[in-house]
């Protein structure tokens, strides 16, 4: 069974500053590896998506994430953080098993400070 | 592109009674997904439907749970005898299909809150 792990539950940054936020994957098979976003009364928004493809992911606004098998990690970078970044960001994995199941971490809330 | 579309977006309703909601997906979008959130929680898997057919429900989906598509398009999840353990947002997402795990549009979801 496939699972993630967000090692912080609560970030913060000062605008214009580095964002990094932590993943750690679990998975029996090679996964796949996706950042979503939560913002307030919206909808999750997926960021990116590693498939098996280059290991560095680029994502929309600015950010990216590399993926490192050898430390099974997937984290999400930026380099300035902004303050419309301020968000619920969650790491999600599926075992390429050929289900549609998408598994969630428990998320990171990702707060800017001016 | 209107997005995906849930009804109501919130539902207060007393233990024991029947609740369902609707999910209307991105027009084309051929694959349809529920999920549900709890509060402090990534949202968790529910069921699947490509076009009509539902093809995946998670263990998570007890008997009390039904969910249909009937004519490809949009989606209901019913939920019988509500239990507070039960509330929690409720999700839809969906996406064109070809390529999986294409990108997936959610839905702003349904909170449910049973006293």
């Known amino acids: 069974a496939q699972s993630v792990t967000q090692l912080d539950s609560h970030v913060s940054v000062s605008e214009g500053t580095p964002v990094l936020l932590r993943c750690n994957y679990s998975s029996s098979y090679s996964p796949s590896l996706f950042w979503y976003v939560q913002h307030p009364n919206k909808g999750l928004q997926l960021l990116l998506k590693y498939t098996s493809a280059a290991t560095l992911v680029k994502g929309i606004n600015g950010f990216e994430a590399e993926f490192k098998k050898s430390e099974t990690s997937f984290h999400l970078t930026k380099p300035s953080a902004h303050m419309s970044d301020a968000a619920e960001y969650f790491c999600v994995v599926s075992d390429n098993f050929g289900n549609e199941k998408l598994t969630f971490g428990t998320g990171t809330r990702l707060t800017i400070i001016p | 592109d209107t997005g995906v579309s849930q009804d109501p977006r919130h539902k207060i309703t007393k233990r024991g009674q029947n609740v369902t909601f609707r999910c209307d997906p991105i027009s084309e979008h051929n694959r349809l997904y529920w999920y549900r959130q709890t509060l402090g929680q990534g949202p968790e898997f529910l069921t699947y439907?490509?076009?009509?057919?539902?093809?995946?429900k998670s263990r998570l989906l007890s008997d009390r749970f039904s969910a249909e598509r009937p004519k490809g398009s949009f989606s209901t999840l019913e939920i019988q005898r509500t239990e507070q353990g039960d509330s929690a947002m409720y999700l839809c997402?969906?996406?064109?299909?070809?390529?999986?795990?294409?990108?997936?549009?959610f839905g702003s979801g349904t909170q449910l809150s049973v006293l």
């Open positions: 439907f490509q076009n009509e057919a539902q093809l995946e």
């Open positions: 997402a969906s996406s064109l299909g070809g390529e999986r795990f294409e990108k997936l549009f």
